[in-house]
T-cell receptor, first 110, second 114 residues
């Protein structure tokens, strides 16, 4: 039973445009949500997070939106840059542990 | 600070062999975690530790054992490796459990079981 799902395995976006990565969850007890970024042959690195009591958090080019009624969160990257090409994982906290989605591979095209 | 380091980076085992993966962190973090990453599956928690001398099972603990004898080290053991344990293994640590304090990951160990 996949509690956190990223339904798009891959996404291709032109440089300078907006990238939107999506994540759905099923457990309404999750209280914190995070996005991690992963380059090949490296470990994931923290990107941005949001508490369940908020609906938006912004950090520079990165914004995370949370829609609790739909159990959906999204990551917006604008403008997209070549260095943003990576695999992005969303994660949700429950019972002091993180549950990760399958990941979305983002490719930024010049 | 080296952060989180993992040893070895790569390993090939034959079915039935045993091995230990070592994770070390120099951030004085209380919590440590072992994950495995498989294609299309994301990161799945194997075991975790909330402090020195304590361990707990995660989502996929079968076939693995762990030990946290020192606060800075978290060992993952495979007693009798199976091809299904071919994966990339990541160790992570955090000051507190998830949430506002993020998990810091090591670079990973790529394990192949033949």
């Amino acid at each position: 039973d996949q509690q956190v799902k990223q339904n798009s395995p891959s996404l291709s976006v032109q440089e300078g445009r907006i990238s939107i990565l999506n994540c759905d969850y099923t457990n309404s007890m999750f209280d914190y949500f995070l996005w991690y970024k992963k380059y090949p042959a490296e470990g994931p690195t923290f990107l941005i997070s949001i508490s369940s009591i908020k609906d938006k958090n912004e950090d520079g080019r990165f914004t995370v939106f949370l829609n609790k009624s739909a159990k959906h969160l999204s990551l917006h990257i604008v403008p997209s840059q070549p260095g943003d090409s990576a695999v992005y994982f969303c994660a949700a906290r429950g019972a002091q542990k993180l549950v990760f989605g399958q990941g979305t591979r983002l490719t930024i095209n010049p | 600070n080296a952060g989180v380091t993992q040893t070895p980076k790569f390993r090939v085992l034959k079915t039935g062999q045993s091995m230990t993966l070592l994770c070390a962190q120099d951030m004085n973090h209380e919590y440590m975690y072992w994950y495995r990453q498989d294609p299309g599956m994301g990161l799945r928690l194997i075991h975790y530790s909330v402090g020195e001398g304590t361990t707990a099972k995660g989502e996929v603990p079968d076939g693995y054992n762990v030990s946290r004898l020192k606060k800075q080290n978290f060992l993952l053991g495979l007693e009798s490796a199976a091809p299904s344990q071919t994966s990339v293994y990541f160790c992570a640590s955090s000051k507190i459990a998830g949430g506002t304090d993020t998990q810091y990951f090591g670079p990973g160990t790529r394990l192949t079981v033949l």
